[in-house]
T-cell receptor, first 113, second 112 residues
Framework: DAKTTQPPSMDCAEGRAANLPCNHS???????VYWYRQIHSQGPQYIIH???NNETNEMASLIITEDRKSSTLILPHATLRDTAVYYC??????????????FGKGTKLSVKP | DSGVTQTPKHLITATGQRVTLRCSPR?????VYWYQQSLDQGLQFLIQ???????AKGNILERFSAQQFPDLHSELNLSSLELGDSALYFC???????????FGPGTRLTVL
């Protein structure tokens, strides 16, 4: 079972920031938070990941709370092409799972004009 | 484009048949993963190979098998196909066994 909880769906206006929350209250110290997205049956696309600190790359920002029990993925200026299912995954990269990803149901983000 | 390639894009076959799906990882990646995505089950991990050796196994049926070749490409073999095997099959690759995974475009299998 996925170790994360995400809202099933969200809407965002084009050009506005999209803030996607994820709850991972049982996260352990070795577990990373990863975000992927899947655009309509295409292969999942890696977005960003982090352990403790906030992270930013060309696609998004990841804000992790100090207690690490939740995080928020921020798409600063959402476009119609950002409409997708977004998956938040916690993973112990060096644990027994050997890095395999456990996908939950994710959040379906709809960006509207 | 993730750099991971999968062939074929689409495959239509009949129940009881056998098919082979192929995956070429990103240049330099040693690890290959296979995932299945069906409508009712979501994305599920099947199996991982690292530098030619099986490294982790998920919910892979006994009718399914995989291997990774010396050139690091991988094949997923599905036999005695059933209607319920109709799904998208994704391959992902990573540099090592624990690094960020990058996914290919998938193979859509339809079993009639």
């Amino acid at each position: 079972d996925a170790k994360t909880t995400q809202p099933p769906s969200m809407d965002c206006a084009e050009g506005r920031a999209a803030n996607l929350p994820c709850n991972h209250s049982t996260i352990s110290g070795n577990e990373y938070v990863y975000w992927y997205r899947q655009i309509h049956s295409q292969g999942p696309q890696y977005i960003i990941h982090g352990l403790k600190n906030n992270e930013t790359n060309e696609m998004a920002s990841l804000i992790i709370t100090e207690d690490r029990k939740s995080s928020t993925l921020i798409l600063p200026h959402a476009t119609l092409r950002d409409t997708a299912v977004y998956y938040c995954i916690v993973i112990d990269r060096y644990g027994g799972s050997q890095g395999n990803l456990i996908f939950g149901k994710g959040t379906k983000l709809s960006v509207k004009p | 484009d993730s750099g991971v390639t999968q062939t074929p894009k689409h495959l239509i076959t009949a129940t009881g048949q056998r098919v082979t799906l192929r995956c070429s990882p990103r240049s330099g990646d040693l690890s290959v993963y296979w995932y299945q995505q069906s409508l009712d089950q979501g994305l599920q991990f099947l199996i991982q190979y690292y530098n030619g050796e099986e490294r982790a196994k998920g919910n892979i049926l006994e009718r399914f098998s995989a291997q990774q070749f010396p050139d690091l490409h991988s094949e997923l073999n599905l036999s005695s196909l059933e209607l319920g095997d109709s799904a998208l099959y994704f391959c992902a690759s990573s540099v090592g066994g624990e690094d960020t995974q990058y996914f290919g475009p998938g193979t859509r299998l339809t079993v009639l």
